[in-house]
């Protein structure tokens, strides 16, 4: 295939111009400064949409730089959940640290798992079929945690500013589809199987786009609450195992 199918070609010009005006946007806007892995992210996405544009469908250059860029972006989105857990429990020290110690410890053994295939399986017959090895628990790992933090601030009352909840929110459902489309995609064929192609083009359009309306300076300034609105006199109970909890392994970790 040289090009594109026309209804892809209308979703990529549209991501183009989307990330191009969201990186434009955090950049003007001085959040780059505050979510640094979130606007590395991006701009990868940015340059791997490019691709296409560039360089042939139909030929080996595409497809190695195409695995390459993929490899970096799975690589930048471990350090986007890492950021994740850093804002929004920048407050809770004790337990961010855990958090943090967590993933890095299954991400190591995730590509460790992602390596014993090459000695127990066939081995793979194209590069993208390495990278598929590679992909998949690394995000799977990551989309748990993803997850996590998620059923987290649903449960505890924890304050955290608009602009993180814009970004956990939008992330999330970025993830699910990038996950998905490695899970589906890899398996049936990006450009054999059109409908997962589009669907998967549609969530990486909707997902900047939400973040280009609602991330914003003013977004810093102002606050919400997720968890246990349907209990507000739980809250402060809640709070308060929390605070005990982060003060255990702040001291633990201390030791």
């Not at 295939?1 to 990529?12: G, S």
């Not at 390459?68 to 929004?88: D, F, G, P, R």
């Not at 090459?118 to 990278?131: A, C, H, N, V």
């Not at 449960?155 to 996950?179: D, E, H, S, T």
Request: aromatic share 14%; glycine share 6%; with cysteine.
């Amino acid at each position: 295939m040289h090009q594109l199918p026309l209804e892809q070609q209308v979703l990529e010009v549209a991501q183009i111009a989307v990330l191009l005006a969201l990186c434009s946007k955090l950049w003007l806007s001085g959040l780059y400064k505050t979510y640094v892995f979130f606007f590395s992210f991006l701009v990868l996405e940015f340059l791997q949409v490019l691709i296409p544009v560039f360089v042939p469908l139909n030929g080996i250059l595409y497809r190695d730089t195409y695995v390459a860029s993929q490899a970096l972006v799975v690589c930048c989105c471990a350090l986007v959940v890492m950021e994740l857990y850093s804002v929004i429990l920048r407050n809770l020290e004790g337990i961010s640290s855990v958090a943090r110690r967590y993933i890095k410890i299954t991400l190591a053994l995730s590509i460790t798992l992602s390596l014993l295939p090459l000695y127990i399986e066939k081995t793979p017959d194209t590069l993208t079929g390495y990278l598929f090895i590679f992909e998949r628990p690394i995000l799977s790992s990551l989309l748990l945690f993803v997850l996590l933090i998620a059923a987290f601030l649903v449960y505890y009352p924890v304050p955290i500013g608009r602009n993180v909840m814009v970004y956990l929110l939008g992330y999330a459902v970025y993830f699910i589809a990038l996950a998905g489309a490695v899970f589906f995609l890899n398996n049936l064929g990006y450009y054999s199987n059109r409908w997962l192609g589009n669907l998967d083009m549609g969530f990486s359009l909707i997902c900047p786009l939400f973040w280009l309306i609602f991330l914003n300076r003013r977004g810093e300034e102002k606050s919400v609450v997720v968890g246990h609105h349907w209990n507000p006199g739980d809250q402060q109970r809640l709070l308060a195992q929390l605070q005990a909890i982060n003060a255990t392994l702040l001291r633990s970790g201390r030791k």
